[in-house]
């Protein structure tokens, strides 16, 4: 069986019997007269199917607890292949999902009809995420006023919390995709150590680093990568990126690549000329101890809530005792983010037991950062970190982090 179909029959174990099942991976967005915006799949349905292409459903019928499995998707045309290749074929999909049968997605209407016809059917499970933006679509509300209007005789059910509970839990083989990509961004940001010493702009190390992940192994980035030096680091999300290197100590890097829909997550702050100046040094060595101390404490059981009050107490008690605050109470004015998130399809991974605690097989951020705006100083240490049985296991602890370390390689490798 594989990856894909286990997935789906982990999501499945938990639904009802006599029920149909429907996801959508989403439609293209139209950008300007011919173009559009590339396409970005709905997770849950391309960890249930591995299929990344627009306007395919998953439609799984359960009655009497037999299970049968279709994919709708494009019919290539002669004209869609000549000018933008070929959607995937019937044979590609069998493939690829392990499903039953194939259809076209012209014929979704009249076989959502058919499902709705059988009596057995007494439970429409869709992915009905709320999302806040406005004006956006939510593809599972209007399945859901489509089904309503043609029938009043099954109930709808949300099945977001489901697959995202599934999906908290890493298989091995999202584990090892998700090693590639901590690998390929280590890569690069060596490569970009090697430079900074030259660069002359925030954009050039966010470049440098881009095509790095894009040389390595074709990576996208996971997200807009964060070049933000001296005071700019202070600006959690900064994305202007457009700022002079000169007269700045250290640039705080928040970026990662994206392999084959696993996102790395990771932050580094490097000394500009190669070497951390003195009160610098003393701010990275809170962060880079609290990060250390924080990746100890992270194991099944344990709650984000849990890590975000041991960093605050941590960060503060240092602080004090370092003479940055007179008093533990100001350190929100310098630590003000969540220690920690879930990462893997999404960077910041659908979280449905944030109330929760900690199991084997999630993936989470380690990321304590301080800001102190007016030194022009800011720092975020973010390692990805795999919870194991007895504790946790760093999946990016080959990324350099100990300040002496960074020194010595920048010097080492300067040109
Ligand atoms: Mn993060």
Request: charged letters at 30%; one cysteine or more.
């Amino acid at each position: 069986m594989n990856n894909y179909k286990k997935n789906r029959e982990d999501v499945y174990s938990r639904l009802k019997d006599n029920s149909v099942l429907i996801i959508y991976s989403g439609e293209l967005k139209q950008f300007s007269a011919d173009e559009s915006y590339p396409f970005v799949v709905n997770t849950n349905f391309y960890y249930m199917t591995g299929i990344t292409q627009e306007n395919t459903y998953l439609v799984v019928t359960r009655i009497n607890d037999e299970i049968h499995e279709t994919i709708l998707a494009y019919e290539n045309t002669e004209f869609h292949s000549k000018w933008m290749g070929d959607y995937l074929t019937p044979e590609q999909i069998f493939d690829i999902t392990e499903c039953d049968e194939v259809r076209y997605v012209d014929d979704f209407d009249d076989y959502l009809l058919e499902i709705l016809n059988n009596k057995k059917i007494e439970t429409v499970y869709l992915d009905l995420e709320k999302i806040a933006f406005k004006g956006q679509i939510n593809f599972g509300e209007v399945l859901k006023n489509k089904i309503e209007n043609e029938t009043k005789l099954v109930e709808i059910e949300d099945v977001y919390k489901t697959i995202t509970t599934v999906r908290g839990v890493k298989k091995d083989y999202e584990i090892d995709l998700y090693r590639k990509a901590v690998d390929v961004t280590r890569e690069a940001l060596e490569e970009v150590m090697k430079e900074l010493p030259n660069m002359k702009y925030e954009y050039q190390v966010q470049a440098k680093f881009e095509y790095e992940i894009k040389r390595i192994a074709n990576c996208p980035i996971s997200f807009e990568t964060i070049a933000a030096a001296g005071k700019n680091a202070a600006v959690l999300h900064y994305r202007a990126n457009d700022d002079t290197l000169e007269n700045k100590n250290m640039i705080l890097l928040d970026l990662g690549a994206l392999y084959k829909g696993y996102h790395a997550d990771i932050s580094r702050t490097y000394p500009i000329n190669g070497k951390f100046g003195e009160l610098e040094l003393k701010i990275y060595n809170i962060v880079l101890g609290c990060n250390k101390y924080i990746i100890n404490e992270i194991k099944p059981g344990v709650s984000l809530k849990d890590l975000q009050a041991k960093t605050v107490e941590y960060l503060a008690k240092h602080c004090v005792s370092e003479g940055l605050i007179k008093d533990e109470s100001e350190i929100g004015n310098y630590y003000f983010h969540g220690i920690s998130h879930h990462i893997g399809l999404d960077t910041h991974d659908p979280m449905p037991r944030y109330e929760g605690v900690l199991e084997p097989g999630m993936i989470i951020s380690c990321e304590p950062g301080l800001y102190f705006k007016e030194l022009g100083i800011g720092v975020r240490i973010e390692d990805d970190i795999l919870v194991v049985e007895n504790g946790s296991e760093n999946l990016s602890k080959d990324i350099i982090k100990e300040a002496r370390e960074i020194e010595d390689f920048i010097a080492s490798h300067r040109a």
